[in-house]
């Protein structure tokens, strides 16, 4: 792996000048002596939770018009387990009473805006630690800084939700893009399934796992009736996962020790909750009949990846139609399959497929991936479950199908690509081998942007992952398809050339490809994504679309300030500053 000698002293005299403000904020340290045993909850006593839903759209006359919603954000209470004591929590909702974790689901309209404004009601210091050591949105006057993301969304610049956006409490303290709370999605952009969630500079870590993101779902009755699938409230759910630990008291337990202590007294590369949680319930269970069933499936862990499947005897599999926010152009099946950290599958599962057997009444949800992925621990019997399904046992009528066909999209077209761009993943280490931060092209965050592309027009991006990690890479604004995955051969040399140089080209990248394994890329995952896997060692070639899906051009200026951004979607390596500035030009 490589080394930045100069970054890592800087990181360490960053550490000097923060000790005194981290010691008067963490002095107890962490003794781990009351982390709570979590295999003596019970599995399956909690009913699945199915949030609640906000309309993102107005009606009169029977005609939809742009919705207006404030959505606030509020320190609370809240249960994740029938055993477990109530944990403090920050969660989204229109009252501090009705917020949960995860929020509400926002549905909205294709082509009908939605205005939403956020407001921030947490308290005056964080529930959970936070490293100061990395570049963080801070304020002097005190407060929780946060600002919302619609990931997967295609809104103006000012609606992005940029890291240096945030506002804190009655704007106490703003950051330096900070341009009003109050934000649209035009939600011009194909039916599909989207989430948001906080993106402060340096806290996205902390303030997901304290429990701001939810759902948001883009509907097109005119495009989605005629396909016949599944709907409806009870026959068309959300499924957000994630991980947590717990102290015994029921607070969520985030380790305060980092793996550097000396240089990052808190930062650790990755977090994995003992726990898995569904939809804010810890390892829940939902009464289903024999009958098809729709599921839009979001992994919101900080960094857990799952590898999904049900038992070989079960019957079950999976149908997908969309992968992120967009319909595939036809439905594919599964038996497994894997879900990176920030990822989406919209699946169907049909139980009158389950057998008959005593057995089938009730299966599990089961996960397989290792953690961190993919070369890390192996699950056990408590990260290795995710939730139950009973099964009822009559069949049920159902008037739901699947098309052989689901939505048209525009086919990746590569030779009108207008640029080529190397995009390399580092991870810098201490002599002995841990982390200190990783970065895009080794360059940091506050960079001047290197990726500028013109609006309206597409790239390849070649993307080399030159880290043992897995890393899921997301890009606001634009959608890509993956073209290939190749093996880097001679990977060592490759790294060290990059090392000293920074430059894939000049190391003869494409000589370091040849011959190398090519990598499938599953059928499921064929369509428009704006998250994907990047292999370790691995050079992934995607198309990256600058321009709306369902044609025409952007309904606003894509070149404004602050701009976009790109980043890894493990939360703790984009703190730590796994992210770049993408500049749109005319």
Avoid at 20 to 38: E, F, M, T
Avoid at 369 to 383: C, F, K, Q, R, V
Wanted: aromatic share 10%.
């Amino acid at each position: 792996m490589g080394r930045a000698p100069r970054s890592t002293l800087l990181l360490v005299l960053a550490a000097a000048a923060a000790s005194c403000l981290w010691g008067a904020k963490h002095a107890s340290g962490d003794s781990g002596k009351d982390i709570l045993d979590v295999s003596k909850l019970e599995m399956f006593v909690d009913e699945l939770p199915d949030m609640p839903r906000l309309q993102g759209y107005g009606v009169k006359d029977d005609l939809l018009l742009p919705g207006n919603l404030t959505v606030g954000m509020y320190e609370k209470f809240w249960k994740f387990h029938r055993d477990l004591p109530p944990t403090r929590v920050f969660a989204y909702g229109l009252t501090q009473d009705s917020a949960t974790v995860p929020g509400p689901t926002i549905e909205a309209f294709r082509g009908v805006p939605t205005h939403v404004t956020w407001t921030n009601h947490l308290p005056s210091r964080h529930i959970l630690p936070w490293d100061p050591t990395i570049p963080t949105a801070r304020s002097s006057a005190g407060g929780v800084p946060t600002v919302v993301h619609l990931h997967g969304g295609v809104q103006p610049p000012a609606s992005d939700g940029s890291a240096l956006a945030w506002f804190t409490a009655d704007f106490a303290a703003v950051g330096p893009a900070f341009a009003g709370s109050s934000l649209v999605y035009f939600n011009r952009q194909p039916p599909g399934c989207l989430w948001y969630h906080d993106h402060a500079m340096g806290l996205t870590r902390a303030n997901l796992l304290a429990g701001l993101f939810g759902v948001y779902t883009v509907r097109s009755p005119e495009l989605e009736r005629p396909l016949g699938l599944p709907c409806g409230p009870t026959f068309d759910r959300s499924l957000v996962l994630f991980d947590r630990a717990f102290r015994t008291n029921g607070s969520i337990y985030m380790n305060t020790t980092g793996n550097n202590p000396s240089i990052h007294p808190e930062w650790q590369p990755e977090y994995f909750g003992t726990a898995i949680i569904v939809n804010g319930k810890a390892w829940p269970f939902l009464r289903v009949s024999r009958r098809r069933y729709r599921f839009r499936i979001i992994n919101s862990s900080n960094a857990r990846f799952f590898r999904l499947f049900f038992s070989s005897d079960s019957g079950l599999r999976f149908l997908h139609l969309g992968s992120d926010a967009n319909y595939l152009p036809r439905p594919v099946h599964s038996r497994k399959f894997l879900l990176a950290p920030s990822e989406i599958a919209d699946v169907i599962i049909d139980f009158s497929e389950a057998s008959a057997s005593a057995s089938a009444s009730a299966v599990v949800l089961t996960n397989d991936a290792p953690y961190p992925y993919p070369s890390g621990d192996p699950t056990d019997e408590l990260n290795g479950k995710v939730m139950r399904f009973v099964i009822a046992p009559e069949r049920e009528d159902d008037p739901s199908r699947v098309p052989r066909r689901l939505l048209t999209l525009p086919r990746p077209a590569v030779h009108r690509a207008a640029a080529t761009r190397y995009i390399a993943m580092y991870e810098y280490e201490t002599a002995s081998g841990e982390p200190t931060h990783l970065y895009l092209n080794g360059k940091p965050f506050e960079a001047p942007a290197t990726e500028t592309p013109k609006a309206g027009t597409s790239e390849v991006w070649e993307v080399i992952n030159l880290t043992e990690d897995n890393h899921p890479l997301h890009i606001h604004l634009a959608s890509f398809v993956v073209l290939e995955q190749r093996e880097l051969v001679g990977l060592e040399e490759f790294k060290e050339c990059m090392q000293k140089a920074n430059d894939a080209a000049a190391c003869k990248v494409e000589e370091h490809l040849k011959g190398g394994r090519r990598r499938r890329v599953p059928r499921y995952e064929h369509g428009w994504k704006n998250v994907f896997k990047m292999r370790p060692g691995v050079a992934t070639r995607i198309l990256v679309r600058f321009a709306p899906l369902d044609g025409g051009t952007y309904a606003f200026d894509v070149t404004a300030e602050p701009g976009y951004v790109y980043h890894c979607h493990i939360l703790d390596h984009e703190d730590n500053v796994m992210m770049r500035p993408l500049k749109l030009v005319h």
